[in-house]
C-alpha cells in the first residue's frame, strides 16, 4: 500500500493497554512518518495500563524484576531508572515493584506523548471508548466506527486486543453466573472486599491470579480456609536469587522438531546445571529469546501435544511468584488457611445463599462442596471463535479474522497482518500482543510486547514510504 504525503497517515489502535500504547509511542517517535495522526482508541480510565496493570492494591506484586520492565526496547533500564525517584525507593529499590506502581509509570509515560506533538508532528489522539466495527470501504481505508458515535478513516488498524475474561469454567447450566457469591472477575473494583472475614470460599486456578487473590484476601482480614483448585495441583515456582546465568544452548534446539526431543535436551542441561551448582531456573531462562522460535518449529501435532501435557507444567516453572510472594503463601498453606486440591470444577449450581461447587478429580464421579463465594482465577479466553465483541465478530463473520487450528488467537503473517480465511494477508489490518500465541506461544511478557510494537512500527513505516 502506498500513501501521499500530501495527506498525512492515519493509524487507529484498537485497545490502549500496554501492547498497543508501546505501539502508539513507537509510531510517535518515527520521523518517517511526518505528521502522522495514530488514534488510540481504550475505553478504560487512562491508557497505557491496561487490565494487568490498572489494579490499585499495594499487595500486587509484578513477578519480574524493575530491570526487565522498560516500556522501550532501546532503553532496557528506563523503568528502573523511573522507580529509582519515586517514594516506593526511598528505602532502596524493591525487588519486585507493585503493578500499580508499574501502571503510574505506563501512564505518565502515554500521557507524555499525549500533550504535545512530535517534532517530525506525528500526533496521539486518545477515545476514551470502545471500536465496534473496522469494515474496508472501497476508498482502500477502515473506517473504524466507535460507541461513541464518531468514525475514523484509517489507513491502517491495528488490533491490540489484550486478553479476554475467561470462559464459564463449568456448564451446562450457566445460572451461577448470576449468584452474588459468583467472581468472574477479580480484579474487578471492589469485588473481594465482598467477601466476609469467616466465608467459604473457593478459587478456581492456582496460578499467578490465584496467589493475588490469596494475598488480597489475607491484607482484607480474611481467616476462613481458602481451597483451591488446579488441573495440575502445583502453584507457580519462586524466582531465584539474582545475577544467576547459565549460557544458551539455543544452538543445540534450533533444528529439534519434537517435543520430547526439547525436553530430553533441556533435562541434560538441568543436570549438568546442577553438577555446577546452579539450579533450573537460568537452564530455562537462557533459551527465553528463543522460545518463539522452538515452538514454531514444531509441527501442529508437536504443538497439539505440548498443550495437551506440558503447557501447565511449563507455566509453573517459567511464569514464577516473586519470592515474598511465595514466602507468604506457604505461611498460609503451614498455617491451613490455604488447601490445594487436585482436580477440576465439573458443576457450580446456586443453593440459596451458596454455590454448590462439584471438583472431579480425573475420571472420579467428584465431591460437591458448598461455598459462599467462588472466584474464577483460571486464564484468559484465547479462542476467537468463541469471543463475541461486536469488533471481531465483525471481522470474523467477513472472513478478515480467522482462528487458529489451536485457538490459540489469530492467523497472521510474520509481521502481524491478519490472514483471512483464505490465508491472504491483509495489506490493512494488523494484530499484536496475546492474539500473535499461534506464532510465538508467549505473547503477554513485557519484552516480547515491547519488541512486537517496535517493530511493527518499524514495518508499518516501511510500508507507508513506499
Not at 68 to 84: I, M, T
Not at 126 to 143: E, F, I, S, V
Request: charged share 20%.
Amino acid at each position: 500500500m502506498t500513501q501521499s504525503t500530501a495527506r498525512p497517515v492515519v493509524i487507529t489502535i484498537v485497545g490502549g493497554g500496554f501492547a498497543g500504547s508501546a505501539l502508539a509511542v513507537q509510531l510517535y517517535r518515527q520521523p518517517e512518518l511526518a505528521g502522522a495522526s495514530i488514534h488510540l482508541i481504550e475505553p478504560r480510565e487512562k491508557p497505557g495500563p491496561g487490565l494487568a496493570y490498572t489494579a490499585r492494591r499495594p499487595e500486587y506484586l509484578l513477578n519480574v524484576r524493575p530491570g526487565s520492565l522498560s516500556f522501550y526496547h532501546d532503553k532496557p533500564a528506563h523503568f528502573l531508572h523511573w522507580l529509582q525517584q519515586q517514594p516506593e525507593a526511598r528505602q532502596g529499590v524493591p525487588d519486585f515493584a507493585s503493578r500499580a506502581t508499574y501502571g503510574r509509570y505506563l501512564t505518565e509515560e502515554v500521557a507524555a506523548v499525549l500533550a504535545a506533538p512530535s517534532p517530525s508532528g506525528n500526533r496521539v489522539h486518545w477515545y476514551n471508548t470502545k471500536a465496534l466495527a473496522a469494515p474496508l470501504h472501497a476508498d482502500g481505508r477502515r473506517h473504524v466506527a466507535l460507541e461513541n458515535g464518531e468514525v475514523i478513516a484509517s489507513h491502517y488498524v491495528v488490533l491490540a486486543l489484550g486478553n479476554f475474561p475467561p470462559p464459564p469454567p463449568a456448564g451446562p447450566d450457566l445460572a451461577y453466573l448470576d449468584h452474588p457469591g459468583y467472581h468472574a472477575d477479580p480484579w474487578a473494583a471492589g469485588n473481594l472486599r465482598r467477601i466476609g472475614a469467616h466465608d467459604s470460599v473457593l478459587l478456581i486456578g492456582s496460578g499467578l491470579t490465584a496467589v493475588d487473590v490469596l494475598l488480597a484476601l489475607r491484607q482484607d482480614g480474611h481467616e476462613a480456609p481458602v481451597t483451591v483448585v488446579a488441573g495440575h495441583g502445583r502453584w507457580p515456582a519462586a524466582h531465584g536469587k539474582v545475577g544467576a546465568t547459565y549460557p544458551s544452548f539455543y544452538s543445540e534446539l534450533a533444528n529439534e522438531t519434537t517435543v520430547s526431543g526439547v525436553l530430553r535436551t533441556v533435562r541434560r542441561h538441568i543436570r549438568e546445571a546442577a553438577a555446577q551448582g546452579i539450579d533450573w531456573r537460568p537452564v530455562l531462562d537462557s533459551l527465553r529469546p528463543h522460545l518463539g522460535h522452538i515452538w514454531a518449529a514444531w509441527p501442529l501435532a508437536e504443538q497439539r501435544l505440548f498443550l495437551r501435557h506440558w503447557a501447565g507444567i511449563w507455566s509453573v516453572a517459567r511464569h514464577r511468584s516473586p519470592p515474598e510472594n511465595a514466602a507468604a503463601l506457604a505461611a498460609l498453606t503451614r498455617a491451613g488457611k490455604v488447601r490445594l486440591t487436585l482436580g477440576r470444577v465439573s458443576e457450580i449450581k446456586p443453593f440459596g445463599n451458596h454455590l454448590e461447587v462439584r471438583i472431579k478429580p480425573g475420571n472420579a464421579p467428584g465431591t460437591w462442596y458448598p461455598m459462599q463465594h467462588v472466584v474464577c482465577c483460571a486464564g484468559p479466553l484465547l479462542d476467537y471463535s468463541r469471543i463475541q465483541e461486536p469488533l471481531v465478530v465483525g471481522l470474523r463473520e467477513a472472513g478478515e479474522l480467522t482462528p487458529d487450528p489451536l485457538r490459540l488467537g489469530m492467523l497472521t503473517d510474520e509481521h502481524g497482518a491478519l490472514l483471512s480465511s483464505a490465508g491472504v494477508a491483509a495489506d490493512n489490518l494488523f494484530t499484536l500482543g496475546a492474539s500473535r500465541r499461534p506464532a510465538y506461544f508467549e505473547s503477554t511478557a513485557v519484552p516480547e510486547l515491547r519488541q512486537q510494537a517496535a517493530a511493527l512500527a518499524e514495518e508499518l513505516t516501511r510500508r507507508i514510504g513506499m
